[in-house]
């Protein structure tokens, strides 16, 4: 495009009454939503990345796969009765979130490659004013909205550890988020740095084609039995055809999924419970593994302190002759591979299975500014931490909801439950607002600051405050997990609390 000259004017910024940065599974339901209850189309979607999807785009290592049953991981306005399995793999999850996008014309209101660099708040015009980049020219430009939301998730960044020596391996090195799928992995020397969720699934997924895969792991996480459920075309046609049979069989995952939260209050009974998982856990590592691992894979944290890894193949390819498990508390990496405590191991490619980054600001590349400018993370600090009233809003951000906000992960069941949880409220709340009966909503600084700490004390009453390193705990804060049960995150999002709000009434014109 050609450059400007400074005296010519810039074009108005694009108006929709609702946007949405990022388009994952947030997005995909919150766009869905609007159509379904108030009949809207007037909204549209940004995403940095080419394509929709979320994690489900960006991810693509080999092994890349739900590990939440199948039955929980479709919307409830949109069940999906065809999954091949209860772990589906990434293509198949993709290919349903595609589905969905083209029956609600998702795509056709999404820019791609599109970054959104800050959002502000305009007070006397009851407006956000957003701040946009694309992502391949560099070209700047704005949009307005009445109604933003936010719905990056919370696994967005790679986390790139600080190892010494990365930058000198002579080999092929990339995150597993970023996987490069021109490098031929065929008789290859493959090392898996991270002992968590993807290298579990990646590890079994490479094994039978590398010369030799070595995993270096600093803690070993608890790794769940898990028997996968390969769905039958009887199955699916029942799931299709039968009345209701398809409800009752997402009922019924969603009750073993909410048994599975008695694990998470520190309680005699949780503890209790916690012990005999451990044991079955125990159990079930020796009866799969070497016995050279059965000390090594033994994790010293609670059982459901840190995330746990349903195994789907994992414990058994350890027994293969071409996979190895370091643990090991620091690497140093060399041009031609890995130094670890007692060896040099030789590879020619380095995965970093590392996750995400989890600390830090809530918003990685954005700027989110309130009433009288005042920052996300300034509004935050004066808290005492990250946080939002109902996982999803804030006082003096007007008109803003985040979608699988702050607190929103219940740590045993289906993000995609969460993410219906606060689409519903979010547009519960914003009846006035998308009716034409008021300019906008804002949660009470009091009613935001109760709800905050109400949170913050009941998690100081879980297993994730007992020691042990993990993804949801960062300084004595915990910014991720909803204290208590999905159910109760469902009847929080159907009742709003009108006293919590201030409602701003439109004027007639």
Same mark, same amino acid.
């Given at each position: 495009?050609?450059? +400007?000259?400074?005296?010519?004017?810039?074009?108005?910024?694009?108006?929709?009454?609702? @946007?949405?940065?990022? &388009?994952?599974?947030?997005?995909?339901?919150?766009?869905?939503?609007?159509?379904?209850?108030?009949?809207?189309?007037?909204?549209?979607?940004?995403?940095?990345?080419?394509?929709?999807?979320?994690?489900?785009?960006?991810?693509?290592?080999?092994?890349?796969?739900?590990?939440?049953?199948?039955?929980?991981?479709?919307?409830?306005?949109?069940?999906?009765?065809?999954?091949?399995?209860?772990?589906?793999?990434?293509?198949?999850?993709?290919?349903?979130?595609?589905?969905?996008?083209?029956?609600?014309?998702?795509?056709?209101?999404?820019?791609?490659?599109?970054?959104?660099?800050?959002?502000?708040?305009?007070?006397?015009?009851?407006?956000?004013?957003?701040?946009?980049?694309?992502?391949?020219?560099?070209?700047?430009?704005?949009?307005?909205?009445?109604?933003?939301?936010?719905?990056?998730?919370?696994?967005?960044?790679?986390?790139?550890?600080?190892?010494?020596?990365?930058?000198? %391996?002579?080999?092929?090195?990339?995150?597993?988020?970023?996987?490069?799928?021109?490098?031929?992995?065929k008789s290859k020397r493959v090392a898996i740095i991270g002992g968590g969720c993807s290298a579990a699934q990646i590890v079994p997924a490479i094994a039978p084609e590398v010369e030799v895969v070595k995993q270096f792991i600093r803690t070993p996480h608890w790794v769940l039995e898990w028997n996968p459920i390969e769905y039958t075309a009887f199955n699916r046609w029942i799931y299709r055809n039968v009345p209701l049979a398809?409800?009752?069989?997402?009922?019924?995952?969603?009750?073993?999924?909410?048994?599975?939260?008695?694990?998470?209050?520190?309680?005699?009974?949780?503890?209790?419970?916690?012990?005999?998982?451990?044991?079955?856990?125990?159990?079930?590592?020796?009866? +799969?593994?070497?016995?050279?691992?059965?000390?090594?894979?033994?994790?010293?944290?609670?059982?459901?302190?840190?995330?746990?890894?349903?195994?789907?193949?994992?414990?058994?390819?350890? #027994?293969?002759?071409?996979?190895?498990?370091?643990?090991?508390?620091?690497?140093?990496?060399?041009?031609?591979?890995?130094?670890?405590?007692?060896?040099?191991?030789?590879?020619?490619?380095?995965?970093?299975?590392?996750?995400?980054?989890?600390?830090?600001? %809530?918003?990685?590349?954005?700027?989110?500014?309130?009433?009288?400018g005042v920052s996300a993370d300034k509004h935050w600090d004066g808290i005492g931490g990250i946080g939002a009233y109902n996982t999803t809003a804030m006082h003096d951000f007007p008109n803003f909801f985040m979608l699988l906000g702050p607190n929103s992960v219940t740590g045993?069941?289906?993000?995609? %439950?969460?993410?219906?949880?606060?689409?519903?409220?979010?547009?519960?709340?914003?009846?006035?607002?998308?009716?034409?009966? &008021?300019?906008?909503?804002?949660?009470?600084?009091?009613?935001?600051?109760?709800?905050? #700490?109400?949170?913050?004390?009941?998690?100081?009453?879980?297993?994730? #405050?007992?020691?042990?390193?993990?993804?949801?705990?960062?300084?004595?804060?915990?910014?991720?997990?909803?204290?208590?049960?999905?159910?109760?995150?469902?009847?929080?999002?159907? %009742? @709003?609390?009108?006293?919590?709000?201030?409602?701003?009434?439109?004027?007639?014109?």
């Amino acid at each position: 495009m050609d450059s +400007k000259t400074s005296s010519t004017p810039s074009p108005p910024p694009r108006y929709n009454e609702v @946007v949405c940065v990022g &388009a994952g599974l947030s997005a995909l339901s919150l766009g869905s939503q609007l159509q379904i209850q108030y009949n809207l189309t007037d909204f549209h979607i940004y995403e940095k990345n080419e394509g929709i999807g979320g994690t489900w785009w960006a991810n693509t290592y080999p092994g890349a796969a739900c590990d939440i049953p199948s039955a929980l991981y479709s919307f409830s306005f949109a069940p999906n009765p065809d999954w091949s399995s209860s772990l589906p793999p990434q293509g198949e999850i993709k290919a349903y979130i595609d589905s969905v996008a083209s029956k609600y014309g998702i795509l056709e209101r999404t820019s791609l490659s599109t970054a959104v660099t800050r959002a502000q708040w305009d007070e006397g015009r009851d407006r956000w004013r957003l701040s946009l980049r694309d992502v391949k020219t560099g070209e700047a430009y704005s949009h307005e909205c009445k109604i933003l939301f936010t719905g990056q998730g919370m696994l967005e960044k790679p986390h790139y550890p600080k190892i010494p020596g990365l930058e000198t %391996f002579e080999g092929h090195i990339f995150h597993s988020a970023c996987w490069d799928h021109t490098v031929d992995l065929k008789s290859k020397r493959v090392a898996i740095i991270g002992g968590g969720c993807s290298a579990a699934q990646i590890v079994p997924a490479i094994a039978p084609e590398v010369e030799v895969v070595k995993q270096f792991i600093r803690t070993p996480h608890w790794v769940l039995e898990w028997n996968p459920i390969e769905y039958t075309a009887f199955n699916r046609w029942i799931y299709r055809n039968v009345p209701l049979a398809y409800r009752f069989h997402r009922l019924l995952v969603f009750a073993l999924l909410e048994w599975d939260f008695r694990l998470f209050p520190l309680s005699r009974f949780a503890q209790g419970q916690r012990d005999r998982v451990r044991e079955h856990c125990v159990k079930y590592l020796q009866d +799969k593994t070497p016995e050279r691992y059965h000390k090594l894979l033994l994790p010293d944290h609670q059982v459901a302190c840190k995330r746990r890894i349903v195994d789907d193949g994992y414990l058994t390819s350890l #027994n293969r002759s071409n996979v190895q498990v370091y643990k090991e508390r620091a690497i140093e990496i060399t041009p031609r591979g890995i130094e670890a405590s007692d060896e040099i191991h030789h590879v020619d490619v380095i995965v970093l299975a590392t996750g995400f980054q989890r600390s830090g600001k %809530f918003f990685k590349d954005m700027e989110v500014l309130g009433r009288n400018g005042v920052s996300a993370d300034k509004h935050w600090d004066g808290i005492g931490g990250i946080g939002a009233y109902n996982t999803t809003a804030m006082h003096d951000f007007p008109n803003f909801f985040m979608l699988l906000g702050p607190n929103s992960v219940t740590g045993h069941s289906s993000a995609i %439950f969460a993410i219906e949880n606060a689409v519903n409220y979010a547009l519960r709340v914003l009846k006035p607002v998308l009716r034409g009966d &008021a300019s906008r909503v804002e949660v009470k600084e009091r009613s935001e600051k109760e709800y905050i #700490n109400r949170v913050q004390a009941k998690l100081r009453e879980t297993v994730w #405050n007992t020691g042990c390193s993990n993804w949801y705990t960062s300084n004595g804060w915990n910014a991720t997990a909803y204290p208590w049960s999905q159910l109760h995150y469902y009847y929080r999002s159907v %009742f @709003v609390k009108d006293k919590d709000w201030d409602v701003t009434v439109s004027l007639p014109s």
